[in-house]
């Protein structure tokens, strides 16, 4: 079975400053790995995924993410929090034999202070 | 180009009503997955269907949930004889049409969120 461990469920970064939210997975394949971000009622919103290649992966509004075989791990991270992105986060993986089903982590929360 | 439309976008329900939620994927999407959103507990994945066939339910309880995915008309996921514990947000979200694979990304609705009084 697949699964993802977000082991923090708050993340609390003054405006300005780098930010990580940490992931960890386990699959019996190969990992794709995602993360995702949900504003207050609003649906989920891609951020970034890693299927192959280049161990950092860049995605949307300055976001990157770093996969690590070794340590199972996909930390989000970023240069400089806005504000603008408190929001909840979400890991995601699946693995690649075959189908199946998108497994999310709990979500961790970023609060991004001015 | 619309993108995943879930409604209602909110319900209420008295205990032992059913529940009609409704998703219609992205144009060029046939593929549908239903998620639930419970405080502390993240997304649980529930069902995943193509037109007219459900392709894994593991994640659906045993009793009162089902759903459908026809071949006119949105998905739909069904709850019956609501109770309180089934209060919560309900996602839908699909993924490009054509042969699966595990690299496709899944576009969410903004969610239905049902209350059982």
């Known amino acids: 079975a697949q699964s993802v461990a977000q082991p923090e469920d708050q993340v609390n970064v003054a405006e300005g400053n780098p930010l990580t939210v940490k992931c960890t997975y386990s699959?019996?394949?190969?990992?794709?790995l995602f993360w995702y971000v949900q504003y207050p009622n609003r649906g989920l919103q891609f951020l970034l995924k890693?299927?192959?290649?280049?161990?950092l992966v860049k995605g949307s509004y300055g976001f990157e993410a770093e996969f690590n075989k070794s340590q199972t791990s996909f930390h989000l991270k970023k240069p400089s929090a806005l504000v603008s992105d408190s929001a909840l986060y979400f890991c995601?993986?699946?693995?690649?034999?075959?189908?199946?089903?998108?497994?999310f982590g709990k979500g961790t929360m970023l609060l991004v202070s001015p | 180009n619309a993108g995943v439309m879930q409604n209602p976008r909110h319900l209420v329900r008295r205990r032992g009503q059913e529940a009609r939620l409704r998703c219609s994927p992205m144009?060029?999407?046939?593929?549908v997955y239903w998620y639930r959103q419970l405080p502390e507990e993240g997304l649980k994945f529930m069902v995943y269907?193509?037109?007219?066939?459900?392709?894994?339910e593991s994640g659906m309880p045993k009793e009162r949930f089902s759903a459908e995915f026809p071949k006119e008309g949105p998905s739909i996921l069904r709850i019956q004889q609501v109770v309180r514990g089934d209060s919560a947000a309900y996602f839908c979200?699909?993924?490009?049409?054509?042969?699966?694979?595990?690299?496709?990304?899944?576009?969410f609705g903004a969610g239905s969120r049902l209350t059982v009084l």
């Open positions: 144009k060029g999407h046939s593929h």
């Open positions: 699959v019996s394949g190969n990992p794709y």
């Open positions: 979200a699909s993924s490009p049409s054509g042969t699966f694979s595990g690299a496709n990304v899944l576009t």
């Open positions: 995601a993986v699946r693995d690649d034999s075959g189908y199946s089903t998108l497994t």
């Open positions: 890693y299927i192959t290649g280049d161990n």
């Open positions: 269907l193509q037109k007219e066939n459900i392709i894994d």
